[in-house]
């Protein structure tokens, strides 16, 4: 029970001081060059895939903790180093039809120490079937 009070201190302390250092104008900050991408009629089973770019345009070094999608169908890969103050980056983001018909819209959320702690960036398509 200790433990669980000192973790939760713990947190509370670090949200915090990320909500001193945005209101400051300090700490990272992440910019997306783009936060979508339709891909228009796909058949079901092709896969896609894009490359978001972003750029850390924050004060601090830029560390992206977690990148997490919506469904097993969607898979990102994002860098595990801090990125610079004014260094780019790019996560890329692949999209399995698979089993899926219609509109899709496959949201990915990337939770940083950024300023603004979870972006999110998605894959829209509409799956035909197979002919």
Known sequence: MRKLVLVMVMAVMAFAVQAQQA???EGAAISFAEKSKDFGD???GDKVEHTF???NTGSA???ISNVAATCGCTVPAWPKEPIAPGE???IKVSFNSA???G????VVRIYSNASEPIEKVSLISNVQPKK
């Open 88 to 90: 780019s980056a790019e």
């Open 23 to 25: 209101s400051n104008g």
């Open 53 to 55: 770019k972003f750029e």
């Open 42 to 44: 796909i058949t079901q």
């Open 103 to 106: 509109k899709q819209n496959s």
């Open 61 to 63: 070094p830029l560390v």
């Open 99 to 101: 089993g899926k018909m």
